[in-house]
C-alpha cells in the first residue's frame, strides 16, 4: 500500500483496554445466550428472505421492512433501543458516531437509509446479500483516488431523494470518551459532506451511545475495536444483561450551495458530542430488551 494510502485509513486508538473486563458487566444466563442465539439466527434467515424482496418493494414499504427488521434484531440480541428526537422522514445526510457493528441496526432502526460501508461488508454471510439488496454504497478504504466516485454516488442518491447514512469517522472506536480519554484520531472526515452540499441535502447529526441499564453507565461491551473479532464481539453482546443503546437525534444543518464542507463536518461532529453531553432532552422509549 502506498503512503498516501497508509494515510488515508483511519485510525482510532482504541484497543483491548477499552473492552470491559470478565465479570464487569452482568451476565444472562447460558440458557438465555443460547436462546438469543436462535433468535438472531432467525433474524438473519428472514433478512435473507428481505433481501430478497426488497428489490420490488416501493420506497415505503421498503423503509417500514428495514426499520422492523433492524429492531426485532436489535431484540433477539437482548438489546433495548430509546430514541430521542424526532426521527429524519426525509432526504438528509445521516451522520454518526462509529462504536460498534451494532451501530448499523441502531441507525437502521431509527431512520432506514442508504448506508456507506466498507467493502469487506460484501463478503459477510447473510449481512452482505443484505447490504447488496439495501443499495449499500461500498467502499475501498485502500483505495482514496476512489473517493469521488463514492462522493458522485453518494450526490445522486440524495438527489434522488433517498436518505443515506455514513459513519464519518471512518473506523470505530469505543464510545466512552469522556470516561476514558479515546478519541478518533482525525474526527469526522469531510469528503462526504461534500455529497450534502451539492445535492442541497441536509445533514442530520446523530449520537449513538450504549449503556448497561443494571449499572445506569455508559458500557464497550458493544465495542467493536482493535484486534477484536466479530464472534467474540457477538458472544458478549449475547451475555450482557441490560444493554441499551440511545440515538439521539440532532437538528438538521442545511448547508449553503457554497459551504465549506470542513466547516460543515465539523459542526456536526459537535453536534454529536453535545448530544453525548445533554442530560435529558425529548425522549422516546422504544421497548425492545428480550
Request: proline share 8%; with cysteine.
Amino acid at each position: 500500500m502506498s503512503a498516501v494510502g497508509r494515510l488515508w485509513l483511519p485510525a482510532s486508538g482504541c484497543g483491548p483496554g477499552c473492552l470491559p473486563v470478565d465479570g464487569e458487566v452482568p451476565a444472562v444466563s447460558p440458557a438465555q445466550r443460547v436462546g438469543r442465539l436462535l433468535a438472531v439466527l432467525g433474524m438473519l434467515a428472514a433478512g435473507t428472505v428481505l433481501a430478497a424482496l426488497l428489490p420490488v418493494l416501493p420506497a415505503g414499504g421498503r423503509a417500514a421492512a428495514l426499520r422492523g427488521w433492524a429492531r426485532w434484531t436489535l431484540r433477539a440480541f437482548g438489546v433495548r433501543l430509546v430514541v430521542r428526537g424526532r426521527s429524519p422522514r426525509r432526504r438528509a445526510l445521516l451522520v454518526a458516531n462509529h462504536a460498534s457493528w451494532l451501530d448499523v441496526l441502531a441507525l437502521l432502526a431509527v431512520a432506514p437509509a442508504r448506508m456507506v460501508a466498507k467493502r469487506e461488508v460484501r463478503s459477510w454471510p447473510l449481512v452482505g446479500l443484505l447490504a447488496a439488496a439495501a443499495g449499500t454504497v461500498l467502499v475501498d478504504r485502500s483505495r482514496p483516488r476512489d473517493l469521488p466516485a463514492t462522493v458522485a454516488r453518494v450526490t445522486a442518491a440524495l438527489r434522488a431523494g433517498r436518505p443515506v447514512a455514513v459513519f464519518p469517522e471512518g473506523t470505530t472506536w469505543c464510545g466512552t470518551a469522556d470516561a476514558v480519554g479515546c478519541r478518533p484520531g482525525r474526527g469526522f472526515r469531510p469528503a462526504l459532506f461534500q455529497a450534502a452540499i451539492d445535492a442541497r441535502a441536509p445533514v442530520v447529526p446523530l449520537r449513538i451511545g450504549y449503556r448497561c441499564a443494571a449499572t445506569g453507565a455508559p458500557t464497550t461491551a458493544t465495542a467493536f475495536v482493535g484486534d477484536d473479532d466479530l464472534l467474540r464481539s457477538v458472544r458478549r453482546v449475547l451475555a450482557a444483561r441490560g444493554l441499551e443503546v440511545r440515538v439521539t437525534v440532532s437538528a438538521a444543518l442545511h448547508p449553503a450551495p457554497d459551504a465549506d464542507r470542513r466547516l460543515l463536518a465539523r459542526a456536526a461532529e459537535s453536534a454529536v458530542h453535545l448530544a453525548a453531553a445533554a442530560p435529558g432532552g425529548r425522549r422516546r422509549g422504544l421497548d425492545l430488551a428480550a
